[in-house]
């Protein structure tokens, strides 16, 4: 069974960094699509952050080029998303999500989110 439990929200101010964490189980890194996503109150859910399965290219949102950072320690089954310089429009519930194919805005599998507010 694949489990995705993410970790690390809190509330922090803007220009300052939190550091997102996501414990899978249940699959192979390598032969999945893992994803970070967020939904803001009242808004759609939206792609963060992607590394493709096929050749590990990792694909981030414009808005947040150069301000995130995805990595994963696949020998842990750990991904984290660093991100730093973080604006109040940052605020959202993020999830960490995983495809058995590709990046997509329907992955396979979604954690239970973890809460990351941004104050101004």
């Known amino acids: 069974e694949v489990q995705l439990v993410e970790s690390g929200g809190g509330l922090v101010q803007a220009g300052g960094s939190l550091r997102l964490s996501c414990a899978a189980s249940?699959?192979?890194?390598?032969?999945?699509?893992i994803a970070w996503f967020r939904q803001a109150p009242g808004k759609e859910r939206e792609g963060v952050s992607c590394?493709?399965?096929?050749?590990?290219?990792?694909y981030y949102r414009d808005s947040v080029k150069g301000r995130f950072t995805m990595s994963s320690d696949n020998a842990k089954n750990l991904v984290y998303l660093q991100m730093n310089s973080l604006k109040p429009e940052d605020t959202a519930v993020y999830y960490c999500t995983a495809d058995h194919s590709r990046c997509k805005y329907g992955m396979d599998y979604w954690g239970i989110g973890t809460l990351v507010t941004v104050s101004s």
């Open positions: 590394i493709s399965s096929s050749d590990g290219t990792t």
């Open positions: 249940g699959f192979t890194f390598d032969d999945y699509a």
